[in-house]
């Protein structure tokens, strides 16, 4: 029988998995939308205390949102338009939930050549300071998260998603200069102050997936987007710390992709894909944040259906070498779903060597 295993502090058990360096359990992380804080209050919170994660202080981020009544119509529906510091005009139909683009700024290629791009948040002395004292009280307990900025969903969100679909369609030049202007004033800029703030892990979102394959060709993917990637995980890797990657919808056809440039971790979405074929391309080489499946299971099956679930992704994933964090996005999710959930979490994390 094997001695029991040191226990560690939340930032030293995330590393540890993330690095396959023998974390004492599986590390544990979820997020909650304001929805759903809307719908149980309280009582939300209150479970989530009884569960702490490994990512954040529970009591000191959680908090009941304060509702947007301004943008209710007197028939009850949400409406609202906002415009963002880049220029494009939003529309949001549901208090909490990400609404869409209506007006991209950049609708016109023409309009490139006299873009401005906004300043790089928290890039003035005064901000660096207070970031790097806040990064330096998150490591006391937790990894120290630095941001890398949306780079594909940015391009949509400066040119509209159907713009940008038929440019890389089309495979025109202007589709390359926007991408290295956003690169090189913007992402990079961004990666570069997180790393001087002390950051261990620089996350990064881009959603490539439709629920059944990559949202492009995989051709265009590799020339267009992989490069530029590889620029941002080379940074962070020289800079001493980890990427990390969310990504939605079904990505299994870049996964090796996303290894080979060097991807730390990688949150995709469980529902679009099957878990033993994401095992077999990434154990030992990339660590996957499970993103258990809010598209069907969370939301949908009983709590007898969820706790089932939950054991079948640890005994896919789970490795005494570490690799695999559990991550649940709770949103529509009944409660019941989500106490069911962390008790199967905190029951099947447990790690034997």
Not at 4 to 25: H, S, T, Y
Not at 66 to 91: A, F, L, N
Not at 241 to 259: K, N, Q, R, V, Y
Not at 303 to 323: C, T
């Amino acid at each position: 029988m094997s001695a029991p295993r040191q226990k560690m502090n939340c930032r030293e058990r995330v590393l540890r998995a993330i690095q396959f360096q023998g974390p004492d359990r599986i590390p544990f992380s979820y997020s909650v939308i304001p929805p759903e804080l809307f719908k149980y209050g309280q009582r939300f919170i209150d479970l989530c205390k009884q569960y702490p994660n490994d990512f954040y202080d529970v009591e000191r981020v959680l908090q009941l949102p304060q509702r947007d009544t301004e943008h209710y119509r007197p028939d009850g529906s949400y409406y609202k338009e906002w415009t963002d510091e880049w220029g494009s005009v939003w529309i949001f139909f549901k208090e909490g939930i990400s609404g869409e683009v209506k007006k991209p700024v950049l609708d016109d290629w023409a309009k490139l050549k006299n873009y401005r791009f906004p300043a790089v948040p928290n890039s003035s002395p005064e901000d660096r300071r207070r970031v790097k004292a806040e990064m330096q009280r998150q490591k006391e307990a937790y990894v120290g998260w630095g941001a890398g900025h949306a780079f594909f969903e940015q391009m949509q969100w400066l040119r509209g998603p159907e713009n940008l679909l038929m440019d890389i369609a089309s495979d025109c030049e202007e589709v390359y200069q926007l991408a290295d202007l956003l690169l090189e004033r913007r992402i990079l800029p961004m990666i570069e102050l997180a790393l001087e703030a002390g950051a261990d892990v620089i996350g990064f979102a881009d959603d490539w997936g439709a629920q059944k394959q990559l949202l492009i060709n995989p051709k265009s993917w590799r020339k267009l987007f992989k490069p530029r990637y590889k620029k941002m995980f080379d940074l962070v890797r020289q800079g001493g710390a980890l990427a990390w990657m969310h990504s939605d919808g079904a990505t299994l056809e870049i996964m090796p992709d996303w290894i080979e440039i060097g991807l730390n971790v990688l949150n995709p979405q469980f529902s679009c894909m099957d878990l033993e074929a994401i095992q077999k391309i990434c154990a030992g080489k990339l660590c996957i944040a499970g993103d258990i499946d809010r598209q069907w299971t969370l939301p949908s099956g009983t709590p007898e259906q969820v706790r089932e679930y939950i054991h079948k992704v640890a005994k896919v994933f789970g490795s005494p070498q570490g690799g695999f964090i559990y991550l649940l996005g709770l949103e529509d999710t009944p409660i019941e779903n989500v106490e069911a959930a962390f008790q199967a979490i905190y029951q099947a994390r447990d790690l034997r060597a």
